[in-house]
């Protein structure tokens, strides 16, 4: 289940899911391609990257917003690695509010970071991908996408999205070597949580719908991670993997 030698980009890659699936990839003498749009929390993760043997970190602060300044700036950091082998597409907002008090516009900037700038990122690894006959993408999802949240429609609706192009990629993309998952986390304690009023009553209430009777670990999602990138996941393609502790059951 190697991923030694892949050059792998993972926007969001300084969050909270994010770093420690980046320290992972490293150690597995992985080249990661880290994106983030804030210069500290990639400053932290160069940090903590530091003595890791084996894999290359390289970092991009980007506002993934700005879709044709995030893509020249990927073009050319791919350019540079010699191309991408594999996406994961993790970067998201979530601003939370009643469905009544969205804008379109507030609608629209959480599809360009969560949907369109993954698009973006594809568009750049193709080529690559295709010309080697082998690629991996991965696309976060999020078991919200499956009900029982208020408050967090656009963000919803931008996971949907993520699901339908999953399976519209893996089926374009297939015979050219490449797979197309999503992977979706559970709750896990992260900043994300931080828009919870009682965290407490939170941790209740995840424990709760959860099979497995603790919280989720980051090194959980890397390790789904690490396996999907893999060559010992090339026979799965178009599928979510609810990485959520047994919240989810389909």
Known sequence: MSIQGKNIL????????????????????????????????????SAAADGIR????????????????????????AEALGGLDVVINNAAIYPSKPFQEYSIADHQAVQRVNV???????QVAL???????????????????????????PYVASKGALV????????????????VNALSPGAFPTDAEKIHPDPEGYTRFVLDHQSVKRRGDPADIAAALAFLASDAA?????????????????
């Open 10 to 45: 993972y926007t969001g890659a300084a969050g909270g899911l994010g770093l420690p699936a980046t320290l992972h990839f490293l150690r597995a003498g992985a080249t990661v391609l880290a994106v983030d749009h804030d210069a500290g929390k990639l400053a932290a993760l």
């Open 54 to 77: 084996g894999g290359r970190l390289v970092t991009l602060q980007a506002d993934l917003s700005d879709l044709e300044g995030f893509r020249m700036g990927l073009a050319e950091q």
């Open 116 to 122: 369109d700038a993954g698009i973006v990122a594809v």
């Open 164 to 179: 339908g192009l999953t399976r519209a990629w893996a089926r374009e993309f297939g015979a050219h070597g490449i797979t």
């Open 127 to 153: 080529p690559t991908m295709r010309a080697q006959g082998w690629g991996r993408i991965i696309n976060i999802a999020s078991i919200t996408f499956y009900g029982g949240w208020a408050n967090l429609s």
């Open 234 to 250: 090339g026979f799965i393609s178009g599928q979510v993997l609810n990485v959520d502790g047994g919240w989810v059951m389909q």
